[in-house]
Structure formats: structure tokens, C-alpha cells
């Protein structure tokens, strides 16, 4: 007999994959979990496991592997630094795996690739590693903290330099450890179908934990359930999954009776369908982006949710819609970014943003606000939100939209419980920080044009 | 010690009833060290001997990691069965295909060694897959002709990349 599918073989190509052809982690990993649906449980959550944990903590693996490997880890072939990374991450992360098992199986592999001159230096290099893995030098906290930072908890170094500058020693520490824990599933109930603890009640009969979430009364963190499309709750329409942050979106924006509102980059939907259900039936929502197959799915949404004041469609929110000016009594902006504050949910992230690549979203950025705000009514609201962590994307935008556009900041504190107020919400705007918030990372302000 | 050849699908004798073993004679004793040989270069978990063309019923099991290492199963019978898991199997007779197969989760079976000391051995998960899909072959079986859902094809991890590595 044969095994059917080499568990090892399957996460290597994963890794391949994200790491060297731009696959985003969360869909290759669950494609290939659809594809390998045949195997038993312990093969899909090695598979998980291996993959997710590499990508986490892949910084950290590469300063270990080069500790014992004359040939530095961005010179060695790709598929050798991928087999190297996952079976370095078995041998330090994995104690049910032996670490022998792990240099044979590495070898195996690197010679079914062809490698067969490099045998020597995956067991060599592996083998040593095993042995030597609790006397390596780490780089010192005090003397270099940004490398400290960076290897320590897998974080390109610009990000940590640009996040220490603006955030202090300790508070970068605070936010990267909270990325290496298990990020909780918040989810908000549809206070217009049913009761908070009507919810509570029913997802405590099904097993699962539930605990109120502190900034806001409608909000749950979850866990201890397996696939959420199996809860009772989620089937019956009375959850739907949204970090707090998220939520606060449109609690910022706070619509009155009949406001008309345009969320410019609507998908998934989630923020626009919130401020539907905020109006109570009443004024318009129009859920925009530029993206057909999102907004077909935003439709469906709309469709399970039963609101009727909520509409989707088609529209580029970098082209200027002539229909929409002064319309609106609020704009949503929640413009596409690095997405720095949702590593904890999809670790490649950090590694596929560079110093050019955040420039040309900050362009774009702008664009958006540019081509939006005039759709904002005088006197109207226009929200600008992130999910992202760093003054490039969000204060500094900020600031060069104010000295531009005829808009103001307005304090937040009014729609905040106490625990989210601080100097600079007062001022208009709130950076969540993971560890510091119990959320995502996440940036939003309120602005008023001027009458 | 030699590798032998494989017999595929198709072959006759991967259909035949398998005849007892009564002594260890030193051409079978080298049939057993030779399949266990060739079951480890085709990174097989277990090779019955009909699969080199032999109707005896000796068969090699190894499932490697968390295994209990090389097994050699000469006239093994089973004693019990319980439970049920199901799960892929692929088959070194059948190259590059898999499919699934309900297996019993837990077995008991009595075989004799290489040197035809009798023991028993317990298996459960794999090892009890592995082990059961060899004793099929003793008797002419294929798992194919068990698996449910349809055979599919899995890819073929070898032969990428023949370059040459520099360092």
C-alpha cells in the first residue's frame, strides 16, 4: 500500500505557493483543503498547522536557519528555504513530531525534487539545528530592539521602525504579541430580528462560549465551535461575523432617520448592511464597489438580511459620479490598504507590503477621497476607515484631505464607551491597536463638511 | 538483496489466491528481504508478494513514522475486528491513483515472522489500514474493487525540478 498523499509534499507546495508565486494564504489554503477533503482529520490539521505556524513565525525561522547555514536563507533555491522553514518550524513548534522523523522526511523530499547533491546540506543543517536550537543567540533587545522586534515576532523591519517611531518600544511589543495569539470571532447581532440574550441563550444550548463583548452591547465573542456555517444562530440570520472595530463604523457615523448614505467600497458589505440596519427601514443605503462578482455577493447578502432601505451596485470609486454629488447625508470611506491590522487573520500579509507598495495604495487613497467627497451633502458625514496600523495611511491622509478639502474633524467621543475615549478621539479619530484595544488593528475618523 | 519488479493492474496475478507458507526455505527468506527492499525504494507502506509475483502469502508492512517499524507478516489471519474509519489509500500495483476505502478501526491478527515464530499483533488507524489492504492481496484483492466514491488521480511529486543545485 501507499500513502495516499504525502501530508509534507502537500504543505511544501502550499508554502511554495504563498511565498514565492504571490498565492494569498487563507484561499490556497483552503482550496487545498477542499481538494484533500478525503483525508482524516489529523492529516488536514497538520497541513493547517505546518502552513500557518511557518508563515507566522517565518522571520524567526529564517534567522534560525542562517545561525547554522553558511548560505544565507534568500540564496537558497526555493523549494530548498521552503523545506527548510516548515521543517524547521516541526522541530522547534511541533513536540509530537520527532525530530528525527522531521530530517528524514526533509531529506526524502529534497531528493524527490531532484536535489540529490543538497541531501547533505538539509540533514546536515537540520541535525544541527535540532541539537543546537536552545543555544542560539538571539539579537539583543536593548542594544538593537528594531532587529529584536523583527525576528523575535516575524516582522519586516521597516514596519517595526515606522510602528516604534510612532507608537514607543512598548507598545509595538504589545501590539506584535497579540498578532501571535488566536485572533477571538466577534460577532454582532441583528438587534432588528432578535434579542441579544435570545442569542446568547442559543449559542449557549449548542456549547459554544459567549462573552459579551465590552465596547458594545450587541456585540459577541465566540469560540469553542467548529464551522460557523453550522451554527444554529448564524443559519437563522441572527449573526454575522465583524470585528468590534468594524462595527464602530457605523456607530461613528450614527445616522438619523432617512439619511442617505453611500458606502464607496461596500464589499463584503458587512459595515453598509450595519448602517441599514441602523436606520430602521428608513432613508437609503447604497453599497458600491468597483468589483462585479463582491457586489453580486453583496446582493445575496442583502437578499438573507430582508433589509429593503440597502442597494448594490457596480460603481469605481476613483471615478467621479456626477449623480451622487451633494447627495449624501453620510459617505463611508473604507478605502483599500496594507491591511496591517488583520495579520492576526492572515499572516502573509506582512511579508507581500514594501515602502513602494504601501506609496501606491496612499495614491490611491487619496484618489478615492478625492473623487468622493463631493458627494458628501454640506453639513454631511464623511467617515475615512482602514484596517490598517501606521500614521502613512491613516493621520497623515488625514491631515492632507483637511488642508485640501473643505472639511473638518469632529469629536468621536459621543458614540464611544468610556474605555475607547482618549486625546485623540476627541480630535476626530481612534487607531485601534490589537493588545491595546481588545480588536483588529483599525484607523476611522469622522469628518464634517463644512455649510 | 535485489529490487523486484512491480506488477500493475491488469497483471493476473494480483488476482490469485496465495498458497501457505510451511517453512522458511533461504529463497524465500530472500523474497521477504527483497520486497522489503523494494517496498522502501518506492516509498510504499506495505508490499504483499503477488505484487512481485509470487503466490505465497508473506507480505512487509512499514508505515514509518509513528509505526512500530518493518513488519513481516508470513500466513497472517485475522482474529478480530471492531469499529470503522475510513480514509485514502493508494496501492504501489495501482501507480498514481487513490480513493477511499472503509476499513475496521481496530484489528487483531496472528502471523508467523521471518524465522516463522508465531506472534499477534493489534493495530488501529493506519497501521490496521496498511495492514489489512496487504491481506487482501494474499487473496487476489485490490482495493479497488472496495473503494467507494471512485479512484482519482494524485499528483505526481517526482521528477520536478531536475536542476542542478550550486552553492
Redesign the interface.
Known amino acids: 500500500m501507499t500513502d495516499a498523499v504525502n501530508v509534507r509534499e502537500v504543505v511544501l507546495s502550499v508554502l511554495m505557493e504563498i511565498t514565492e508565486e504571490e498565492g494569498l494564504s487563507h484561499l490556497v489554503l483552503r482550496r487545498v483543503l477542499e481538494k484533500y477533503q478525503y483525508l482524516d482529520k489529523r492529516d488536514r490539521a497538520f497541513i493547517t498547522r505546518t502552513v500557518e505556524g511557518t508563515l507566522q513565525d517565518m522571520l524567526l525561522l529564517d534567522y534560525i536557519i542562517e545561525r547554522f547555514s553558511r548560505v544565507p536563507v534568500y540564496n537558497m533555491k526555493p523549494l530548498i528555504r521552503n523545506l527548510m522553514r516548515m521543517s524547521v518550524y516541526q522541530l522547534r513548534f511541533m513536540d509530537s513530531v520527532p525530530d528525527s522523523a522531521v530530517c528524514n522526511e526533509a531529506v526524502k523530499i529534497a531528493q524527490r525534487h531532484g536535489f540529490y547533491n543538497l541531501k547533505g546540506f538539509v540533514n546536515g543543517v537540520l541535525r544541527n539545528i535540532a541539537r543546537g536550537q536552545d543555544q542560539i543567540e538571539w539579537p539583543d533587545k536593548n542594544e538593537d530592539p528594531c532587529r529584536y522586534l523583527s525576528v523575535m515576532y516575524s516582522m519586516p523591519q521597516w514596519i517595526v521602525e515606522r510602528w516604534i517611531a510612532q507608537f514607543g518600544q512598548e507598545t509595538t511589543e504589545t501590539v506584535l504579541k497579540r498578532f501571535h495569539e488566536p485572533a477571538p470571532t466577534v460577532v454582532r447581532v441583528m438587534t432588528e430580528k432578535v434579542s441579544v440574550q435570545t442569542v446568547i441563550d442559543d449559542l449557549r444550548a449548542e456549547g459554544i462560549q459567549v462573552e459579551r463583548h465590552p465596547y458594545l452591547d450587541y456585540a459577541l465573542e465566540i469560540s469553542g465551535y467548529n464551522y460557523l456555517q453550522a451554527v444554529g444562530a448564524f443559519k437563522k440570520g441572527w449573526i454575522q461575523v465583524q470585528d468590534i472595530s468594524s462595527m464602530m463604523v457605523a456607530e461613528v457615523a450614527a445616522p438619523n432617520w432617512g439619511d442617505a448614505c453611500i458606502d464607496v467600497c461596500a464589499a463584503p458589505g458587512g459595515k453598509a448592511l450595519h448602517l441599514a440596519e441602523k436606520l430602521r427601514g428608513s432613508g437609503s443605503v447604497q453599497a458600491r464597489d468597483i468589483s462585479e462578482t463582491k457586489v453580486a455577493r453583496m446582493k445575496e447578502a442583502i437578499e438573507r438580511s430582508g433589509l429593503a432601505n440597502i442597494e448594490a451596485m457596480v460603481r469605481d470609486a476613483v471615478i467621479y459620479d456626477e449623480s451622487a454629488a451633494g447627495t449624501a447625508d453620510i459617505v463611508l470611506a473604507d478605502v483599500p490598504c496594507s491591511g496591517l491590522g488583520v495579520i492576526g487573520r492572515k499572516q502573509d500579509i506582512k511579508y507581500k507590503m514594501t515602502p513602494a507598495r504601501q506609496t501606491e495604495l496612499i495614491r490611491l487613497q487619496r484618489q478615492i477621497l478625492h473623487t468622493v467627497h463631493g458627494y458628501v451633502k454640506p453639513g454631511g458625514t464623511l467617515i475615512y476607515s482602514t484596517c490598517t496600523i501606521g500614521a502613512d495611511e491613516n493621520q497623515m491622509n488625514i491631515k492632507w484631505f483637511l488642508e485640501n478639502y473643505p472639511f473638518v474633524l469632529e469629536s468621536i467621543d459621543g458614540y464611544l464607551c468610556p474605555e475607547l475615549r482618549d486625546r485623540t478621539t476627541k480630535g476626530g479619530f481612534l487607531q485601534f491597536l490589537p493588545g491595546v484595544h481588545r480588536s483588529d488593528g483599525f484607523f476611522l475618523a469622522r469628518l464634517r463638511r463644512r455649510g | 538483496m535485489a529490487l523486484r519488479q512491480i506488477r500493475i493492474q491488469g497483471d493476473p496475478v494480483l488476482e490469485k489466491k496465495c498458497r501457505e507458507v510451511k517453512e522458511m526455505t533461504p529463497r524465500l527468506l530472500e523474497l521477504v528481504q527483497d520486497m522489503m527492499e523494494t517496498m522502501h525504494a ?5 508490499l504483499a508478494a503477488p505484487q512481485v509475483g509470487i503466490l505465497r502469502r508473506i507480505a512487509v ?1 512499514d508505515i ?2 509513528g509505526g512500530p517499524g518493518p513488519l513481516v507478516l508470513v500466513n497472517p489471519v485475522l482474529l478480530s475486528q471492531e469499529g470503522e ?1 475510513e ?6 500495483s495501482v501507480p498514481k491513483m ?3 476505502v472503509k476499513r475496521p478501526q481496530h484489528i487483531v491478527v496472528r502471523a508467523q515472522n521471518e524465522k516463522m515464530e508465531t506472534f499477534e499483533i493489534e493495530a488501529e488507524d493506519f497501521l490496521a ?2 495492514i489489512l ?2 491481506m487482501d492481496h494474499l487473496d487476489g484483492i485490490l ?1 479497488t474493487t472496495k473503494v467507494e ?1 471512485g479512484l482519482y488521480e ?1 499528483e505526481d ?9 550550486t ?1
Open positions: 518506492e516509498s510504499g507502506v506495505g508492512v514509518g513514522e474509519q480514509g485514502a489509500e493508494g496501492c504501489l487513490a480513493g477511499k489500514r496498511a489492504h496487504e482495493y466514491g494524485v511529486t517526482d521528477d520536478e525540478d531536475e536542476e542542478e543545485e552553492e
